[in-house]
């Protein structure tokens, strides 16, 4: 079921434009309010699949923090859906950690593109393959 078929709500497709809907949407937008810049290295991560989070909103929240002085480091997965990248982008995550606590990540932006998971240099989407299809059947 969609959220957009009136068996979910009555205005339908119409929702989206709901004037309510836009405003808070407007409100929960990140990036748009310049004091609400991380002031700590942060990691953004996204995959051009993604089903559920439009790619450009990520892509387009690294540009404003950046512009913004915050130090970013941005990784585009080119596949996998929203469920997929959360896992594919997991051991990237604790790898910033460790190096941001370490102080060890460089000020500014950076930028990536990714197909796959390396894990000590072996490339494991295959293995991850039926893992993953698994967690998002349950999903």
Same mark, same amino acid.
């Given at each position: 079921?969609?959220?957009?078929?009136?068996?979910?709500?009555?205005?339908?497709?119409?929702?989206?434009?709901?004037?309510?809907?836009?405003?808070?949407?407007?409100?929960?937008?990140?990036?748009?309010?310049?004091?609400?810049?991380?002031?700590?290295?942060?990691?953004?991560?996204?995959?051009?699949?993604?089903?559920?989070?439009?790619?450009?909103?990520?892509?387009?929240?690294?540009?404003?923090?950046?512009?913004?002085? /915050?130090?970013?480091?941005?990784?585009?997965?080119?596949?996998?859906?929203?469920?997929?990248?959360?896992?594919?982008?997991?051991?990237?995550?604790?790898?910033?950690?460790?190096?941001?606590?370490?102080?060890?990540?460089?000020?500014?932006?950076?930028?990536?593109?990714?197909?796959?998971?390396?894990?000590?240099? /072996?490339?494991?989407?295959?293995?991850?393959?039926?893992?993953?299809?698994?967690?998002?059947?349950?999903?």
């Amino acid at each position: 079921m969609s959220i957009l078929d009136t068996t979910f709500q009555t205005l339908g497709p119409a929702l989206l434009y709901n004037p309510t809907l836009q405003r808070v949407l407007g409100e929960n937008t990140m990036g748009q309010v310049k004091g609400e810049t991380p002031i700590v290295p942060y990691h953004l991560y996204h995959s051009m699949q993604d089903e559920i989070i439009p790619y450009v909103n990520a892509s387009t929240l690294y540009k404003a923090w950046c512009n913004n002085g /915050a130090t970013v480091k941005f990784t585009t997965f080119t596949t996998g859906a929203h469920a997929k990248t959360a896992v594919k982008g997991y051991l990237g995550v604790l790898s910033f950690v460790d190096q941001a606590f370490g102080g060890s990540v460089a000020p500014g932006c950076e930028s990536s593109t990714a197909n796959g998971i390396d894990l000590l240099g /072996a490339v494991v989407d295959p293995i991850l393959k039926p893992l993953l299809a698994a967690l998002e059947a349950l999903l």
